[in-house]
């Protein structure tokens, strides 16, 4: 991608990476908190797939010239990591702020002035944070699993 995006759509994408720096934060966090074998493999498979988001968006936030937001270096989380039980909870409310930043992305860029690279991105990445927070609510043993509409606030 060598053009740059319209306003709205570099500061959504911007707010994207914000929300995978911080998902990418909360996943090693948790490492510390859970113990069930399947759930220790889910989260490490996350966490490599929101450091692949993270690094995409950083790629294409610098194709167009621009310089990507850093990483934090710890986040405030709404409520205290103390079991696996509030390890999920807080990995629920991290998938959910990226399908906040995902679906902004999409809904603040237009296929014709846009690389699709960035669209195609933010769809993977709001649908695969959609999915793993249905499967972290039905870890978690909370209904509805799914939400209606991922990423709306």
Same mark, same amino acid.
């Given at each position: ?78 409520? %205290? ?34 690389? %699709? ?35 709306? %606030?």
């Amino acid at each position: 991608m060598s053009e740059e995006l319209p306003e709205a759509g570099a500061t959504a994408l911007a707010a994207a990476l914000r929300a995978e720096h911080a998902a990418v934060w909360t996943y090693e966090l948790v490492t510390a908190f859970v113990s069930r074998p399947q759930v220790r493999s889910a989260v490490a498979e996350a966490t490599g797939v929101h450091e692949g988001h993270r690094d995409d968006v950083q790629r294409l936030i610098r194709a167009t010239g621009a310089t990507p937001p850093a990483a934090s270096p710890a986040y405030a989380l709404p409520q %205290p990591v103390t079991d696996e039980g509030s390890a999920i909870a807080a990995l629920i409310i991290a998938e959910q702020e990226c399908q906040i930043g995902w679906r902004s992305v999409l809904e603040n860029t237009e296929p014709d002035d846009a690389d %699709p690279a960035v669209r195609r991105t933010a769809l993977a990445a709001l649908t695969t944070a959609a999915t793993r927070a249905t499967r972290w609510r039905i870890t978690a043993g909370r209904t509805p699993a799914a939400e209606a509409q991922p990423g709306k %606030p």
